[in-house]
């Protein structure tokens, strides 16, 4: 008001972006998971002492070639719960949601090593991670099964967007008669002023229904 009457110009205030948001889910806000379910899967899991309380520290989306939506909600305890959608950005529209875990990350120093990685690294018919053997959930026509690629935009808290091309694969075991682990393999690809950071990251993690979460807000 002061600043009115003396002729002076308030300042700007910075534009933030939109950050992605589903399920009540955002960037910044909290989720309880069902302490139950954790217990009784961690034994079957590669995944230890996982956190039933999570805070929500950065947020991804990536628009899917398919028509749908992935929503990834990183969070303080190394994990990332992601919701896809397909036909739209609702809750009516959820078709999957997974708790991952970060299990390994390991840099990709050469052209030569990233060319390796994405012809044979990624996607093979098995994958086998601490000797138990995963099936490739995601296989062409043919007998080659290219990684998927995909572009993730990534929102931080502080106000940081960034995005990075993946090349990535999905694995599944039968850990019981209703529940599988899941293990995802991804070639990763940024643009850090010049260079290119690669690296290849495996993540574990189990299926969740909506009910499963509680957010806090």
């Known amino acids: 008001m002061f600043s009115k009457l003396f002729g002076k110009k308030e300042k700007d205030t910075p534009h933030k972006p939109d950050t992605p948001e589903i399920m009540g889910l955002y960037l910044g806000g909290s989720f309880e998971l069902d302490a139950l379910k954790l217990k009784l899967l961690q034994p079957d899991l590669k995944i230890n002492n996982a956190a039933s309380k999570h805070l929500i520290q950065a947020v991804g989306k990536v628009t899917l070639d398919t028509g749908g939506t992935m929503f990834r909600f990183y969070t303080d305890d190394d994990a990332f719960l992601q919701v896809i959608t397909d036909g739209g950005e609702t809750e009516n529209h959820i078709t999957d949601v997974k ?3 970060f299990y390994e990350t390991k840099t990709v120093g050469s052209e030569a090593q990233w060319q390796e990685l994405l012809n044979s690294g990624i996607s093979k018919a ?8 995963y099936e490739r959930v995601w296989d062409a026509v043919g007998e080659v099964s290219p990684p998927v690629a995909m ?3 990534t929102f931080e808290e502080d106000g940081d967007v960034t995005t990075t091309d993946q090349f990535i694969m999905l694995y599944e075991k039968s850990i019981s008669e209703d529940d599988v682990e899941a293990v995802l393999v991804s070639g990763e690809e940024k643009i850090v002023g010049n260079n290119h950071d690669r690296c290849l990251v495996i993540s574990t993690g189990f299926n969740l229904s909506p009910s499963d979460i509680i957010i806090n807000g």
């Open 99 to 101: 708790l991952w875990y």
């Open 151 to 153: 572009t993730e935009t």
């Open 126 to 133: 098995i994958y086998t991670l601490d000797g138990d053997a």
